[in-house]
């Protein structure tokens, strides 16, 4: 998971980065707004990216302490936000 997001968020860095870079020495206006729509969707992909990382490694950590037996203070004991916890479906 930090391998393909890894490179997936560094390669949109890397490539809005060298798009930056072209839209600002180039002299023609038209090369600039053809790129400018393509670096705002690069920002918003490697944003929507990022946040699929971090929900995926909320998701993972939950599922870990689920299958090694550890259970969330949620789980544990009669309390009032106890019913609103969803457990995650082990595969």
Do not use: H, R
Not at 20 to 34: G, K, L, N, R, Y
Request: glycine share 10%; proline share 2%; charged share 10%.
């Amino acid at each position: 998971m930090m391998l393909f997001y890894g490179l997936v968020v560094g390669g949109m860095v890397v490539g809005g980065s060298m798009l930056f870079f072209i839209m600002c020495t180039s002299d023609q206006w038209i090369i600039s707004a053809v790129i400018l729509p393509i670096l705002v969707i690069s920002v918003v992909i490697s944003y929507k990216t990022m946040n699929q990382y971090l929900v995926g490694n909320a998701v993972l950590y939950m599922y870990c302490n689920d299958f090694n037996g550890e259970k969330l203070p949620l789980e544990i004991g009669d309390n009032e936000c106890g019913d609103e916890y969803q457990s995650l479906n082990t595969v």
